[in-house]
């Protein structure tokens, strides 16, 4: 459900439309949260915008502009070791979204703002605050709209690996090179051409 970011527009929104807002966004941050690896990519961040009205489509990237924004995640999104915390802070799975029908309709139109309002903070860094994207604002953005407390892995395969191609299936510049002959329509988020219909 792509939403506002105005309070006044969500508040008119039913109880089970909020629950249901809030929940789709918890899913798909916690899907890019637990990528790990090489499976972790800039990309990923556009499913969390697109949740926010005023978000701009994804861009349909340049094999030599998808190389450089590829180039920047590797530089500052990346940590050499896996976060941890406490473990006595993290709660079972199926806790981490009970509290949600609880909530009354005013406090679930507070938390969907402060969900959007948080997702609007992580797509806007590199244009407000004129720096790069880092893993801090990934861990920013976590905390910010997830109820549990689950370590992160920003750790990154080594540059050789990641930065450039040993196969033709692996590495940033196999993946840009697999979409060059995409028409029309282009699905970055999968390995390869893509097909127009």
């Known amino acids: 459900m792509i939403l506002a970011r105005s309070k006044i527009m969500l508040g008119f929104l039913i109880h089970f439309q909020l629950v249901e807002a809030i929940l789709e966004r918890r899913k798909v941050i916690r899907y890019v949260r637990d990528q790990q690896g090489d499976d972790r990519c800039f990309l990923d961040y556009y499913l969390i915008w697109e949740f926010i009205i005023s978000s701009p489509r994804m ?4 094999a030599e502009e998808g190389m450089k924004r590829c180039n920047l995640f590797f530089e500052h999104c990346r940590a050499e070791t896996p976060d ?3 473990f006595n802070t993290m709660c079972e799975i199926k806790r981490w979204d009970a509290n949600l029908r609880l909530l009354s309709h005013a406090e679930l139109v507070e938390e969907l703002f402060a969900v959007q309002e948080a997702i609007v903070r992580h797509r806007d860094v590199e244009t407000d605050e004129q720096r790069p ?4 604002d990934d861990r920013a953005l976590f905390l910010a709209t997830l109820p549990e407390l689950t370590p992160c892995d920003f750790r990154l395969p080594a540059r050789e690996k990641f930065l450039i191609s040993t196969t033709p299936t692996s590495g940033c510049p196999a993946f840009w090179q697999s979409h060059v002959g995409c028409d029309n329509y282009c699905n970055l988020h999968q ?3 893509c097909r127009s219909f």
């Open 59 to 62: 861009p349909r990237f340049t």
């Open 84 to 86: 941890t915390i406490p």
């Open 133 to 136: 994207r880092t893993c801090d």
């Open 191 to 193: 390995w390869g051409a």
